[in-house]
Nanobody, 120 residues
Framework: QVQLQESGPGLVKPSETLSLTCTVS??????????WTWIRQPPGKGLEWIGY???????TYSPSLKSRTSISRDTSKNQFTLQLNSVTPEDTAVYYC????????????WGQGTHVTVSP
C-alpha cells in the first residue's frame, strides 16, 4: 500500500513562498506510469488541481497557477515538493498530495492533507 504524507509550515505570510513536501512510502516516485500530484481545497470550495510531476520528472501545471508554481522531486528521498510563490490569502487551503497510475485505475492514493493559512 502506498502512503503519502504532506509536511510543511501551516502559516505563511503574504508575498512569501509556500513550500510543501510529500514523502512517499510503499512505492517509488519513479514507478512506471505514475503521476505525483498536488491538489488543494480552499475553505468552502471544491478541489483545485495544482499540477504534477511524472515518473520521468516531467511537470505540468494548472494554467491559472503556472506562473507561481514549481514541483520538483528528490528521488534519493522518495519525496516530491510543491513551491508556490507570492502567496496571498486566497492560497489558504488544505493541500493534498496524490499519486495515480495512468494504466492501473485502482492505483490512486492520497495523503491526509495539510492545512496552510496565508496571513500576516
Amino acid at each position: 500500500q502506498v502512503q503519502l504524507q504532506e509536511s510543511g509550515p501551516g502559516l505563511v505570510k503574504p508575498s512569501e513562498t509556500l513550500s510543501l513536501t510529500c514523502t512517499v512510502s510503499g512505492g517509488s516516485i519513479t514507478s512506471d506510469r505514475t503521476y505525483w500530484t498536488w491538489i488543494r481545497q480552499p475553505p468552502g470550495k471544491g478541489l483545485e488541481w495544482i499540477g504534477y510531476i511524472t515518473y520521468t520528472g516531467g511537470t505540468t501545471y494548472s494554467p491559472s497557477l503556472k506562473s507561481r508554481t514549481s514541483i520538483s522531486r528528490d528521488t534519493s528521498k522518495n519525496q516530491f515538493t510543491l513551491q508556490l510563490n507570492s502567496v496571498t490569502p486566497e492560497d489558504t487551503a488544505v493541500y493534498y498530495c496524490n499519486v495515480r497510475n495512468e494504466i492501473v485505475v485502482s492505483y490512486d492514493y492520497w495523503g491526509q492533507g495539510t492545512h496552510v493559512t496565508v496571513s500576516p
